[in-house]
């Protein structure tokens, strides 16, 4: 076919494209109904906030768009043609569907911003989240939170099935199926009663001694546990197993034997020397909290909220 060629449709027949392309946008529609209702196109300007002549530019586009006269420019003011006035009732509608959908969008995003189910390992939840929700709750005191602590592998778990909208881990790595961003580090240090023998020692444990020793220790699955685990390349069975943070805190206390805790965890015991803490030689043990999702799913709402929260 030439360049002079042209196409011509059958009766009938819809142009092609979307249809986006041939119905004007909202904002068109709603200043035709501002002027059918006030009669003056400088009216209609001011009461939605545009410039007159930005008014007529609008009004002239939507006339080329749809093929017809819509509005008469007087010294008078503006009249709708005959055609205008068809085409405004049509526009009623449009704009009213419009409003209705605005309204339902509105209710769900109420009904999701009403409440916020996080899920935290047990040091973050313990000892970090509680001045978060505080202050998520000064921002937003109509939503009501939901918390579930447990160890790394739980918190995954419940983000993947949906029971939760944010999550926090201490873990060496991300869970699979889960995005993520690191919030703060952390620190694990060894720590006993006053009256252990590690207590009183002169010379720093090494990685060795500590890997060998039956420890006071949480479950297996959580965060602390793991990086433990991985920097010292296995652990001795451990002398009790515990799933809270408090619970291994309150044995070690008790001068059961000594324990790797987050140093987040053990301040007061530290300062009112109800623990000691142990030095250790030739491993380190640090590790990187972070918030969790679903992959693709990035927070929204409260929880978008509570992440940045975390960042201040």
């Given amino acids: 076919m030439s360049g002079d060629e042209t196409t011509h449709e059958a009766p009938g027949e819809r142009p092609g494209g979307s249809i986006a392309h041939r119905v004007p946008d909202l904002g068109a529609l709603e200043l035709l109904l501002a002027v ?20 007529s530019s609008r009004i002239r586009t939507m006339e080329r768009q749809l093929g017809v006269a819509l509005v008469d420019r007087s010294p008078r003011g503006s009249r709708l043609t005959d055609t205008g006035a068809l085409v405004t009732d049509w526009a009623r509608r449009i704009v009213e569907a419009a409003a209705a959908f605005d309204a339902g969008a509105q209710a769900l995003r109420d009904r999701r911003d009403s409440r916020l189910r996080v899920a935290a390992s047990m040091t973050i939840a313990e000892y970090l989240l509680p001045g978060w929700l505080l ?37 060496l790595s991300v869970p699979a199926g889960l995005d993520s961003t690191v919030i703060a580090h952390d620190r694990l240090i060894v720590v006993a009663a006053p009256t252990h023998p590690w207590a009183r020692r002169r ?36 002398l009790i197993e515990l799933s809270s943070t408090t619970a291994v805190k309150a044995a070690a206390v008790s001068g059961a034997g000594p324990a790797v805790l987050s140093e987040l965890a053990v301040g007061e015991e530290l300062g009112l020397r109800r623990l000691v803490s142990v030095p250790v030689d030739g491993v380190r043990l640090a590790r990187d909290l972070r918030a969790v999702w679903p992959t693709g799913h990035r927070p929204t709402g409260p929880a978008r909220d509570l992440l940045s929260l975390t960042r201040g």
């Fill in 36 to 55: 059918a209702r006030l009669g003056s196109l400088g009216a209609a300007a001011r009461e939605l906030g545009i410039t007159q002549p930005a008014a």
């Fill in 203 to 238: 010379r720093a444990v090494s990685a060795p001694e500590l890997a060998s020793t039956p420890l006071i220790l949480r479950e297996e699955g959580s965060g602390t546990r793991q990086v433990l685990d991985a920097a010292l390349g296995g652990l001795a069975r451990p």
């Fill in 135 to 171: 202050a998520l709750r000064a921002q937003r005191p109509d939503t009501a939170v939901s918390l579930l602590a447990g160890n790394s592998t739980a918190v995954a778990e419940r983000l993947l099935s949906g029971d939760a909208d944010l999550g926090f881990v201490e873990g």
